[in-house]
Nanobody, 126 residues
Framework: EVQLQASGGGLVQAGGSLRLSCAAS????????IGWFRQAPGKEREAVSC????????YYADSVKGRFTISSDNAKNTVYLQMNNLKPEDTAVYYC???????????????????WGHGTQVTVSS
């Protein structure tokens, strides 16, 4: 059974930084994509950033390019999202997601994933 355990959300002022972590377990191979989607009240779900575990290919939403960085530690089966220069519009519930059939870009473009972890709240005050 695939499990995704996310952590690291919180409250930060605009311009600040946060790092989200997601520990993955239960995958039977290294061939999967993992990343973060977010959902704010009244807004559509958005794929923020994804990474293909086997080759490190990444996807970023245009709204976070240059500010967010996704990385993975394969030894720990953990993916990180470093979020810098946070803006109030980044406020949302962030979900760690994964899929063993889609690479990072496809998962990002479709904003679709088979596996979901619990959300973690990120709040950016102005």
């Amino acid at each position: 059974e695939v499990q995704l355990q996310a952590s690291g959300g919180g409250l930060v002022q605009a311009g600040g930084s946060l790092r989200l972590s997601c520990a993955a377990s239960g995958f039977t191979s290294d061939d999967y994509a993992i990343g973060w989607f977010r959902q704010a009240p009244g807004k559509e779900r958005e794929a923020v950033s994804c990474i293909t575990n086997s080759d490190g290919t990444t996807y970023y939403a245009d709204s976070v390019k240059g500010r967010f960085t996704i990385s993975s530690d394969n030894a720990k089966n953990t993916v990180y999202l470093q979020m810098n220069n946070l803006k109030p519009e980044d406020t949302a519930v962030y979900y760690c997601v994964a899929d063993s059939m889609l690479p990072a870009r496809a998962m990002g473009v479709s904003a679709s994933a088979h596996y979901w972890g619990h959300g973690t709240q990120v709040t950016v005050s102005s």
